[in-house]
């Protein structure tokens, strides 16, 4: 059975102009538990700047990609 976790990140990030913002960014992650989503997110975002804001199980029963 498949779970799905909503994870929200803060990432950094530079405007135009070169000042430092942030922003709120959503991931829908197949994993296991909480864990498993921490340590894929930070693989998939390697080399960014960003924090673990939330991570929340959904009741989403499948992702269908075409």
Not at 1 to 16: L, S, T
Not at 33 to 61: Q, Y
Request: charged share 30%; glycine share 4%.
């Amino acid at each position: 059975m498949n779970v799905y976790w909503k994870c929200v990140i803060k990432i950094e990030w530079e405007n135009d102009i070169g000042q430092v913002k942030f922003r709120k960014e959503e991931y829908i992650v197949n994993a296991l538990n909480p864990t498993d989503v921490e340590a894929r997110v930070t693989e998939h975002l390697k080399g960014s700047d960003f924090e673990i804001v939330n991570i929340s199980v959904t009741k989403i029963m499948d992702i269908i990609n075409y």
